[in-house]
């Protein structure tokens, strides 16, 4: 069974950048999606990045520009690197991952972090 455990959250202030991990207990390798979902208090859970095998990679309008996600399958390792945040970035970031490509219903999630952006 796989886990995904992430870290690299916390509090920055506006314009700084943050960069987050996600490791798997298992291989990624075999996973053809990793993504990064974020839940802002009393939002619903949305999508930020998303990336294939093949590194193929899919943002959310919200963060294009300021965030990049990539994958090291070596290291059973995903990241989101954040840059330029902006308090409406402030949300419990989610790892997740899927067998599927391009899916919209990730069958396996970490359990979060909290990444705070004061202004």
């Known amino acids: 069974q796989v886990q995904l455990v992430e870290s690299g959250g916390g509090l920055v202030q506006a314009g700084g950048s943050l960069r987050l991990s996600c490791t798997a207990s298992g291989t990624i390798g075999s996973f053809n999606m990793m993504a990064w979902h974020r839940q802002a208090p009393g939002k619903q859970r949305e999508l930020v990045a998303q990336?294939?095998?093949?590194?193929?990679?899919n943002y959310a309008e919200s963060v294009k520009g300021r965030f990049t996600i990539s994958r090291d399958n070596a290291k059973n390792t995903v990241y989101l690197q954040m840059n330029s945040l902006k308090p409406e970035d402030t949300a419990v970031y989610y790892c997740a991952a899927d067998l599927r490509l391009w899916t919209s219903d990730y069958g396996y999630w970490g359990q979060g972090t909290q990444v705070t952006v004061s202004s």
């Open positions: 990336i294939s095998r093949r590194e193929a990679t």
